[in-house]
Nanobody, 117 residues
Framework: QVQLVESGGGLMQAGGSLRLSCTAA????????MAWFRQAPGKEREFVAA????????RYADSVKGRFTISRDTENNILYLQMNALKPEDTAVYYC??????????WGQGTQVTVSS
């Protein structure tokens, strides 16, 4: 069973930057379109960004476009989310997983990102 482990979250002032990392046993980032999701308190989990496994094509939610960048290190099996110009509304627990719902793995613990104004 694939175990996803997210890290890199923290407390940041608005306008700051953070880089999240996601690791997993097995080279899943080479064979699956992977994505970042987030869940704010009292809200449903939402899509943030995704990267295609074959062509490295990327997709972003409108709310983060131009501020967040998804990337991957296939050699070391790490998925990244670089978050710049953070806003208080970015506060959430961030998760990585397969983009396609039918291909999802068990959700990890996520990493908390808190942005203060």
């Amino acid at each position: 069973q694939v175990q996803l482990v997210e890290s890199g979250g923290g407390l940041m002032q608005a306008g700051g930057s953070l880089r999240l990392s996601c690791t997993a046993a097995g080279r899943i980032f080479t064979y699956y379109d992977m994505a970042w999701f987030r869940q704010a308190p009292g809200k449903e989990r939402e899509f943030v960004a995704a990267m295609g496994w074959k062509y490295d094509d990327t997709r972003y939610a409108d709310s983060v476009k131009g501020r967040f960048t998804i990337s991957r290190d296939t050699e070391n099996n790490i998925l990244y989310l670089q978050m710049n110009a953070l806003k208080p509304e970015d506060t959430a627990v961030y998760y990585c997983n397969a983009e396609v719902a039918s291909e999802r793995f068990a959700w990890g613990q996520g990493t908390q990102v808190t942005v203060s104004s």
